[in-house]
C-alpha cells in the first residue's frame, strides 16, 4: 500500500511537472526558430529537424534603427517600477494592516472591517474606470510618461493587495503576543518593531511575492500612462507584432520576462518553508 | 505594601466585565481568583496589567495610582493560557527579553537568566527555538520569564489548563514551590483558575468572581465552608454543589414534593417556608432504603462515579466512592447526608452551614 502511493505520487508530480515545463520547452525551441521552421510544421529539436537561428533573440535587443525593439531600459524601468512599488506597498500595507488589526477604528457607521474592504474594493474596478482619473492625476502633477508617476499609480493598486494579505496575517498572530510584549516592557513601537515584525516574514513575503507578480505584469496603465521617454518591457513587447507574427521574437520575449517572476519565486519559497508561527501558540 | 483596587468598573457592551471591583492585594501572599469561563477572571487580570483601562475606579499600587502608568512601565509579569512566547527568539533569549528590555548589564541578565531556567527546569534548553519544545516546557518558558523579571505583581491567567493532566499535576506542585520561595521577593502573586480543586490546592487567598461581580473573598477553608452564597457553592465545588428549591416545614425539608427528609436539630431553629438547599455531591450516597431517581448519565471519573440523577424535576449529581457502569434510566436509590446539609435564602444568601458553630 505505502509502496502504492509513494508509485502514485512521484507519477503525479511528474505528470504535473511535464505539464508545467512542456510550453517553457516549446518556448525556448521556438525562439530558436525562424518563419520557416514555424510554418513548416510542428518541429521540437533543434539541429535534427530545423536549423537553429539566434534571430528572435537578436530583435530584443537591436536599436530601433535595425529593425529591433531593444528591451533593455524598458526591462530595468520594469524592474525598477515594480521593486520600487512593491516594496513601498509592503512597508505603508503592513503597517496599515497591523492598525487595522490591532486598534479599532470608528467613524459612524465605519470600522475596521469596512476600511479593510475600501482597501480592497480598489481592485474590484476594472482598470479602464481608473484610467482618466489616474491620467488626470499624473498629468496635473506632471508625472506623465515618467517613472515616478507609475511607481505611485502602482502603489495604488498594489497596498490593497500587501493590506488585505497582512490583515489577514495579523489576524492570526495571537494578540497575546504583542500583550506580552507591552507587559515585557516594550512600548506600542518596540513591541510591533522588536516582536511583531521579526514574526511577520513569512507574511510580508507572501505579500511582496503578489505585489510583485501584479506590478510586472501589469500593461494596461503602463501602457495608457507613458508615451514615448519611459516604457515598461510589457508595452515594448507589443511592438513586436507586426502583419506577420514573430512567434520566435515573442517566445524569447515571453521567456525573457517570466524570467525574473521564477527567480523571485524560488527565493520567497526558500524563506517560507523556514519562518512560522507555530511556536507563539500550542 | 498592596495594590488597592477601588470601584473598578468596565463595561464594553451592555454587560458589564467588571461590576465595581474592591480588592486588596498585599506584598508576600498569593491570591486564586476562581470563577467560571468568561466570569471576567481575564479581564480583571489584564486591567491590573494595564492591557485594558476600566470605565470607572481608580487602582494604587505602593500609593502610585496605576492607571495613569502604562504597561510597559508597570512592572508585573503575566503568563498566559495559551502558550505565548515570541517564537522568533530561542528559549535564552525569551527568557532575557524583559531585562535586555531595561537594559540591564549583560553579565546580570545572564546571571538572572540562568536562575530562573533553573527554578523551571529548562536547564540545557536554551538554545533551542521555541516551536521544537512541546506544551509543558514552552509554558515553562513563559513562566521562567514572568519569573526572571522579579515583577512586583505576577499575573497568573490560568497557565495550566491547556496542559496534559500528568503535567498540569507535576507543574502544580513545582507551582507550589515556586511561591513558596519567590515569597521572599515580596511580589503579589495573582492566580486565576476555574478549578476549585486547584485553588483549594495552591491554598492562598480565595476571590470568587462571577458575571464581574466579587461574590466572596476568604482563606479556602472558609470560602469552602461557609459559601457565602448559593452561586459561590456552585463556582467553588466540582461537580458543582446541588443547589434545589425546597419547603421547611414542620421539622422536614420538602425537595420537589417527592423527597422528604427529617432536618437534624441544628437546622430546627429555621422558621417553616421555602429555601435552597445545597448538597455537595460527595454528601450523597447510595442507600437501599434510600429515594429512588433514575440515572440520566453516569460518567467515571478515576476512581469515583459520577451519577447524574434525575426525579421528575429534581436533579442532582452525586459521587459515588467506586468504578461502576451504570445504564442510562437503571433506578438508583440514594440518600442524603443530614449532617451536610446547606441552606440558603431564595435569594441566595446563606442561611446555614453544617461548619457553622
Redesign the interface.
Known amino acids: 500500500m505505502p509502496k502504492l502511493y509513494t508509485f502514485l505520487k512521484y507519477f503525479f508530480v511528474v505528470l504535473w511537472a511535464c505539464f508545467v515545463i512542456a510550453p517553457f520547452l516549446w518556448a525556448i525551441s521556438t525562439s530558436f526558430k525562424d518563419f520557416n521552421s514555424v510554418t513548416g510544421g510542428a518541429t521540437y529539436i533543434p539541429w535534427l529537424q530545423f536549423e537553429p537561428t539566434l534571430d528572435g533573440w537578436s530583435v530584443l535587443f537591436k536599436p530601433g534603427s535595425q529593425g529591433g525593439i531593444n528591451i533593455i531600459g524598458p526591462y530595468f524601468n520594469s524592474i525598477f517600477v515594480t521593486l520600487t512599488a512593491s516594496l513601498i506597498s509592503i512597508v505603508l500595507g503592513t503597517l496599515a494592516a497591523y492598525a487595522l488589526s490591532r486598534y479599532t477604528f470608528k467613524a459612524g457607521i465605519v470600522k475596521n472591517n469596512d476600511i479593510t474592504f475600501f482597501f480592497i474594493s480598489q481592485r474590484i474596478m476594472p482598470p479602464v474606470v481608473l484610467s482618466i482619473p489616474f491620467f488626470i492625476f499624473l498629468s496635473s502633477l506632471g508625472l506623465l510618461d515618467s517613472l515616478a508617476g507609475l511607481i505611485l499609480v502602482y502603489i495604488v493598486l498594489l497596498m490593497p493587495i500587501a493590506v488585505w494579505i497582512m490583515v489577514d496575517f495579523f489576524n492570526r498572530v495571537p494578540r497575546e503576543i504583542d500583550e506580552t510584549a507591552l507587559i515585557d516592557g516594550c512600548n506600542p513601537f518596540q513591541a510591533f518593531f522588536k516582536v511583531v515584525l521579526p514574526n511577520s516574514v513569512p507574511g510580508m513575503l507572501v505579500a511582496g511575492l503578489f505585489c510583485i507578480i501584479f506590478g510586472w505584469i501589469d500593461f494596461f496603465f503602463a501602457f495608457i500612462l507613458t508615451f514615448t521617454k519611459v516604457q515598461l518591457l510589457p508595452v515594448k513587447i507589443v511592438a513586436l507584432n507586426s502583419s506577420i507574427t514573430p512567434w520566435w521574437s515573442l517566445s524569447a520575449a515571453a521567456l525573457v520576462s517570466v524570467a525574473p517572476l521564477i527567480i523571485v519565486a524560488f527565493i520567497v519559497e526558500r524563506y517560507l518553508s523556514k519562518g512560522n508561527l507555530s511556536g507563539a501558540l500550542k | 505594601m498592596s495594590l488597592m483596587l477601588n470601584h473598578i468598573s468596565f463595561k464594553p457592551t451592555e454587560e458589564y466585565h467588571l461590576n465595581d471591583i474592591n480588592l486588596r492585594f498585599d506584598s508576600g501572599k498569593m491570591y486564586t481568583i476562581l470563577g467560571r469561563t468568561l466570569s471576567g477572571k481575564t479581564t480583571l487580570l ?1 486591567t491590573i ?3 485594558q483601562t476600566p470605565d470607572s475606579g481608580s487602582i494604587n499600587f505602593e500609593d502610585t495610582d496605576f492607571l495613569s502608568i ?5 512592572n ?3 503568563v ?1 493560557q ?7 527568539l530561542n528559549v535564552r533569549d525569551n527568557v532575557a ?2 531585562l535586555k ?2 537594559k540591564m548589564d549583560e553579565n546580570l541578565i545572564e546571571k538572572e537568566v540562568q536562575e530562573a531556567m533553573e527554578k523551571v527546569g529548562l536547564i540545557g534548553f536554551e538554545s533551542r ?5 512541546s ?1 509543558g516546557q ?1 509554558q515553562r518558558v ?1 513562566l521562567a ?1 514572568s519569573l526572571a ?1 522579579k515583577a512586583k505583581i505576577l499575573l497568573l491567567d490560568e497557565p495550566l489548563v ?1 496542559l496534559d493532566y500528568k503535567l498540569r499535576e507535576g507543574l502544580r506542585e513545582e507551582f507550589k514551590k515556586l511561591f513558596n520561595v519567590s515569597d521572599e521577593s515580596n511580589s503579589i502573586l495573582i492566580y486565576a483558575s476555574t478549578d476549585p480543586l486547584e485553588a483549594m490546592q495552591l491554598n492562598g487567598d480565595i476571590i470568587v468572581i462571577d458575571e464581574g461581580k466579587i461574590l466572596q473573598t476568604g482563606t479556602a477553608k472558609d470560602v469552602f465552608e461557609n459559601p457565602a452564597t448559593a452561586k459561590v457553592a456552585e463556582i467553588t465545588n466540582d461537580p458543582a454543589m446541588n443547589i434545589n428549591k425546597c419547603l421547611i416545614q414542620d421539622n422536614s425539608l420538602i425537595m420537589n414534593d417527592s423527597v422528604q427528609i427529617q432536618i437534624p436539630d441544628e437546622l430546627k431553629t429555621v422558621p417553616n417556608g421555602k429555601y435552597l438547599v445545597g448538597i455537595r455531591a460527595t454528601d450523597i450516597y447510595l442507600d437501599d432504603q434510600g429515594f429512588a431517581f433514575d440515572v440520566e448519565i453516569s460518567e467515571i471519573s478515576g476512581s469515583e462515579t459520577f451519577l447524574h440523577l434525575r426525579n421528575n424535576n429534581l436533579k442532582c449529581v452525586a459521587t459515588i466512592e467506586e468504578v461502576k457502569t451504570y445504564n442510562t434510566n437503571e433506578v438508583v436509590k440514594i440518600n442524603f447526608d443530614k449532617s451536610k446539609i446547606y441552606l440558603f435564602e431564595e435569594s441566595g444568601d446563606l442561611r446555614h452551614s453544617p461548619y457553622q458553630q
Open positions: 489584564k496589567a494595564g492591557l502604562p504597561v510597559w512601565k508597570r508585573v509579569a503575566m498566559y495559551q502558550f505565548i512566547n515570541y517564537p522568533h527579553f524583559p528590555q531595561r527555538k521555541i516551536q521544537e519544545l506544551g514552552q513563559a520569564r523579571k491547556n
